[in-house]
Nanobody, 126 residues
Framework: QVQLVESGGGLVQAGGSLRLSCAAS????????MGWFRQAPGKEREFVAA????????AYADSVKGRFTISRDNAKNTVNLQMNSLTPEDTAVYYC???????????????????WGQGTQVTVSS
């Protein structure tokens, strides 16, 4: 069983930045594909960013490309999401997701992930 715990959410003004972190349990974190998704009130969950098991390949939703950066530290079992130039449209609960034994490209489809965190709220005020 893999446990994921997100942190770093909060309230920020438009144009500001936040850094989300996700700590994962398990001794084989380096073989996990990792991703970030978000869900705004009244909307479906959507893909934000994903990173391959090595960290060498990343993928982003068009809406965050150039503003958000996903990274991972396999020695610390963490994946991070640096969010810059935030807008009110980025307001959502952000979820970390993991897929074990995934050695391919970053995964954009939430259905491909095995484990999810509880989420962290990000609120961007105008």
């Amino acid at each position: 069983q893999v446990q994921l715990v997100e942190s770093g959410g909060g309230l920020v003004q438009a144009g500001g930045s936040l850094r989300l972190s996700c700590a994962a349990s398990g001794r084989t974190f380096s073989s996990y594909a990792m991703g970030w998704f978000r869900q705004a009130p009244g909307k479906e969950r959507e893909f934000v960013a994903a990173i391959s098991w090595t960290g060498g390949s990343t993928a982003y939703a068009d809406s965050v490309k150039g503003r958000f950066t996903i990274s991972r530290d396999n020695a610390k079992n963490t994946v991070n999401l640096q969010m810059n130039s935030l807008t009110p449209e980025d307001t959502a609960v952000y979820y970390c997701a993991a897929r074990r034994r995934s050695w391919g490209d970053p995964l954009r489809n939430g259905a491909q992930y095995d484990y999810w965190g509880q989420g962290t709220q990000v609120t961007v005020s105008s």
